[in-house]
């Protein structure tokens, strides 16, 4: 009994999604127009041949990884920039002082909106332009500075807020109690500040690459692009190959939706958080 | 010896705002002595302790220890708090051992030192565990092994079992005498519990406020171990008690 209870109660995650692929599909065999609603045995097609190559781009797959490593970069670039600064203006008032009102105005700029300045400052330069060895990469010979810019900028500013947040939600009584045990300095910040914020720090990251995901698009739609699953659904669109753009689509939920697990499996293991 | 010299502290708010905390405050407390800081709350005596540890700077007067000035924490003067006392991302066995850890004694020798420690309060067999598997008297316990294994001149304690419940209290209360006549350490204890205070201290330091001073330095020579239920103790906690009521 409790076997099959169990399954009912997996199962009922199913239903909506599979009744929606019906509709879907009902409709899109009314329709009968594949470049406004495609069939889903044509998405599915897509989706289930990823090495085959699409239209004049890469396959699925090698799409795919371009746009995992952008963003991979971009937001590798804003955890060595945020957390660092987020310890620094969370720790020390005179640096929150300092930096508080400019990033409170620089925040609420959404990523797409750098784009023509980022462009103007940035070109389409790309990462071979200075590491010349990487040129005869497939995958490396794709990765522009401004594609980093935009995924760096919507990744920094979760990240800094929620590690600023992590330092200041520290008991009082940690810091005071490591500082009468003998810390200061370097092993106070590696050893008691460091730990004791991870649990937020964390949730700034979860959120940060979700958000950098999000800004792959758009940044995958500049000038200079040639690869990755933004530059396929733009590229797909001018043929009108709506089959190509759904299936684009779910491959970029489907990763988002597991580097939202994985950090959420490692928040869900960082127990202490708001714990004494 | 710890020397407070006409210490006071004040505190001055963003807006110009100055709230004296502690005035002209000035007390001997001898090796080995256990003193016990005790008055209602916001009478100075939390903020006497953070003096001494070094965590606030006095605004007045000097604090010696052992003839040398007290500036800014240090692993000499430790401190057990009430609440968050342990590293919770910490094994027990690494949070005894963090102090010595500070100092840079090797990894073998801290975690040898830090047992002893443990089995000196009893939770040897706790080393491996999180602080979130303890219950709250075993955390303060474990706090307690931290602060005396980096063997330090004086041990503040604030209010360290006030969260703990009335069983628990008690039990800790007896703990800390056992391991007081083992590892004898200087204590200035702070509570605003009278018979706790006439339980453990040497000297009780009845203080009122704010700003916070001195109202009267009580000696309390009743023999060890003492009977909550004798009339000594009732007397000596009757008269702390009036000491207080008069402080309003």
Known sequence: ?276 | MLELAGVGKVYSSINGEKIEAVDNLSLVIVENELVCLVGRSGCGKTTTLRLIAGLETPTRGRILLSGKKVEGPSAERCVVFQRYTLFPWRSVLANVAFGLEMQGVSRAEREKTALDYLALVGLEDQARAYPVELSGGMQQRVAVARALATDPQVLLMDEPFGALDAQTRAVLQQELMRIWRVDRKTIVFVTHDIQEAVLLADRVVVMQGPPGHIREIIDCDLPRPRDRNSAAFMDMSDRIHLLLEGAE
């Not at chain 1, 746009?67 to 971009?74: D, E, F, T, Y």
């Not at chain 1, 804003?78 to 957390?83: D, G, L, R």
């Not at chain 1, 750098?114 to 200075?130: K, N, S, T």
Request: hydrophobic share 55%; proline share 6%; net charge positive.
């Open chain 1, 1 to 276: 009994m409790r076997v099959i209870k169990r399954i009912g109660h997996h199962a009922r995650r199913f239903v909506l999604p599979l009744v929606l692929a019906a509709l879907w599909q009902v409709v899109a065999l009314w329709l009968d127009k594949q470049t406004i609603l495609p069939r889903l045995d044509a998405v599915a097609a897509v989706l289930f041949h990823p090495t085959a190559k699409i239209l004049i781009t890469g396959s699925l797959l090698e799409n795919m990884a371009v746009s995992l490593l952008r963003v991979i970069l971009g937001f590798l670039l804003a955890v060595i920039t945020a957390v660092p600064l987020g310890l620094a203006m969370g720790y020390f008032k005179t640096v929150n002082h300092m930096m508080d009102s400019t990033v409170e105005m620089l925040r609420p700029i959404p990523p797409l909106a750098w784009v023509p300045l980022i462009l103007a400052w940035m070109g389409i330069r790309g990462v071979p332009d200075m590491l010349p060895f990487l040129a005869a990469s497939p995958i490396w010979s794709g990765i522009q500075f401004s594609t980093l810019a935009i995924i760096f900028i919507g990744a920094f500013f979760p990240i800094l807020l929620n590690t600023i947040q992590g330092v200041h939600s520290i008991p009082r009584e940690y810091i005071e109690s490591a500082r009468t045990l003998g810390a200061k300095g370097w092993p106070l910040l590696v050893k008691i500040l460091i730990p004791a914020s991870l649990p937020l720090i964390v949730t700034g990251l979860r959120i940060g690459l979700g958000i950098g995901w999000m800004c792959l698009v758009a940044a995958e739609m500049m000038p200079g692009s040639s690869s990755g699953l933004g530059y396929l659904i733009w590229y797909a669109y001018e043929l009108l190959r709506a089959d190509i753009i759904v299936a684009g689509m779910v491959a970029i939920g489907v990763i988002g939706f597991f580097m939202d697990r994985g950090f959420r499996r490692l928040e869900s293991k960082l127990f202490w958080g708001g714990m004494g």
